[in-house]
């Protein structure tokens, strides 16, 4: 998690909760919220964002909500700006199910979507929605070349004498990070983002709104703040439209509180994130003067629960355990995504939980070469004893093996291609097994790359003529990562069985301890 700029504070709206809820084992326990009466109550605005699987932080976003509405000191929405459905156990489990129940039972007043939605595929996608009982707004989701779009691009909900408007947004990044669920297996496109008219068709949603009495407009979007090839950010949406009060984000999971953008009338919108995973809960103050004032709560700092949402939770989780709760392997060290001081390195640098993943892709296909990027490898593995659940807590996504033909000059200009945004963080930056390389940092070049040769157990270096294996995951090929090779098996094995079993081999034992530290497979030089 990146601190792009940042101020907590925890609402004085709380302290007056406070006083009228019960505590219980060190947890308020809230049941249900009193009915509100006051016509000049603040608006508060609770939202979070890139939850992926943690689903402890369900019930007490939803018990926050439910402690402000039974102190009667606000008008209360919950909102989610997507990332939800897919990166956990929970999301994978059940292929977004569970995720789906939990929010209905916290009852959301609005989501949008994120890139993650789309994981399962957009069948699976539209079976969901219905079942979270919640408005869903998105205004740039479309069929292709169809210009009514799938969703609502956004909603009007009263609080009060005052109607508050949730306009809908998703990154148009989806359409290559998950372009399966935008493309069929000969190419046909079959839905758009609309990446050229996104900031247009959020402008459209806006005006619409307001013609039909809107007071206010929030926008719910899963941008990001970064450059991307895409071009369309948080910041430049603000910069490029006008009448929106106020920018709620998602997708890099940065922490964003009091940064303003100036829309093109000259008016400051405020654009905020959470991070990711409920680290910190947000909350938006809407004043009864019309002030927007965002700020985050620690999750250290909320100990209020919804009693409801967390039965639905612990029912969950009772369930997962019968799935997960499989002992694999020990291990004296943690198989890390992140450097020694705790930093995430899996998207711009090599780890020992990256050199463990790929070792087993190349030995599970019998391949030259393992690939996988880190963007796949989601969460750490604590040291001690390593359950299945672990493994899919680590490797959460829908993602099946595949093994592949490639050049060794087509293997070069993919790992160069995916370098380029060093020494920032890259999804698609590649990890890898029986190679190594060296990247230079000034010239985002590669050089010295080498592979194993099975028959002798030394590195040589790559023949850019020869055909190498490639032991992947399908993720790899359908989101353009690699090109020009070719495919020559596949198998509907997801990419945490294959690493399970791998590490089932120390069963009785411990993870080897040639993976307590990254092998060297990544070179940096200046």
Avoid at 280 to 307: C, H, Q, W
Avoid at 490 to 516: M, P, Q, T, W
Wanted: glycine share 8%; charged share 20%.
């Amino acid at each position: 998690m990146k601190m792009m700029t940042g101020k907590y504070s925890f609402s004085w709206l709380l302290l007056t909760a406070a006083m009228m809820i019960s505590c219980s084992q060190g947890k308020h326990i809230i049941s249900q919220p009193t009915v509100e009466v006051s016509k000049e109550k603040s608006i508060v605005i609770l939202f979070e964002n890139d939850a992926h699987g943690n689903i402890d932080g369900y019930p007490k976003i939803a018990g926050l909500r439910d402690a402000i509405a039974q102190a009667d000191t606000a008008w209360t929405a919950l909102v989610s700006n997507g990332d939800y459905l897919s990166g956990g156990v929970a999301c994978t489990l059940n292929k977004g199910r569970y995720i789906a129940d939990i929010i209905s039972s916290a009852n959301y007043d609005v989501v949008t979507l994120g890139n993650h939605e789309y994981d399962f595929g957009m069948p699976r996608l539209l079976e969901l929605l219905p079942r979270m009982t919640t408005s869903v707004v998105c205004a740039n989701l479309h069929k292709y070349q169809d210009d009514i779009p799938m969703l609502q691009p956004f909603v009007i909900k009263s609080f009060g004498n005052k109607r508050v408007a949730f306009v809908g947004v998703n990154t148009p990044e989806s359409m290559s990070s998950e372009s399966y669920s935008f493309f069929d297996d000969e190419g046909k496109q079959l839905y758009d983002l609309k990446t050229d008219q996104v900031y247009e068709l959020v402008q459209m949603s806006v005006n619409k709104a307001r013609s039909l009495g809107a007071d206010y407009v929030v926008v719910l979007a899963h941008l990001g703040e970064d450059d991307n090839e895409t071009g369309i950010t948080s910041f430049g949406l603000a910069a490029a439209t006008r009448d929106i009060d106020a920018i709620l984000d998602g997708h890099t999971h940065h922490v964003v509180i009091n940064k303003y953008i100036n829309d093109l009338d000259g008016k400051p919108v405020p654009v905020a994130q959470t991070g990711t995973q409920f680290a910190n809960y947000g909350k938006l103050l809407i004043t009864p003067d019309g002030r927007f004032i965002p700020s985050l709560i620690p999750a250290s700092e909320n100990n209020y629960v919804s009693m409801v949402v967390d039965e639905t939770v612990n029912s969950v989780k009772n369930q997962m355990e019968q799935e997960t709760k499989r002992v694999i392997c020990t291990s004296d060290f943690e198989l890390t995504i992140n450097d020694a001081d705790g930093n995430r390195q899996v998207r711009n640098g090599e780890t020992n939980l990256a050199n463990i993943v790929t070792d087993a892709y190349r030995e599970a296909l019998d391949a030259d070469i393992g690939i996988q990027n880190g963007g796949g490898i989601r969460n750490s593995i604590k040291s001690g004893v390593i359950t299945y659940g672990d493994v899919i807590n680590a490797l959460p996504f829908d993602n099946c093996m595949q093994k592949l033909e490639m050049t060794g000059s087509a293997i070069v200009s993919m790992l160069q291609e995916h370098i380029q945004m060093l020494p920032a963080e890259n999804g698609s930056f590649l990890q890898v097994s029986g190679m190594r390389f060296t990247i230079h940092r000034g010239s985002r070049t590669i050089s010295d790359v080498e592979v194993l040769d099975k028959a002798t157990g030394k590195y040589q270096p790559i023949d850019p003529a020869r055909v190498y294996t490639v032991g992947t995951i399908d993720y790899i090929a359908v989101a353009g990562l690699a090109k020009d090779y070719k495919k020559i098996s596949g198998a509907k094995i997801n990419y945490f069985d294959v690493v399970a079993k791998y590490l089932e081999k120390y069963s009785g034992g411990k993870v080897d301890d040639i993976y307590a530290k990254p092998q060297g497979r990544i070179t940096f030089v200046e």
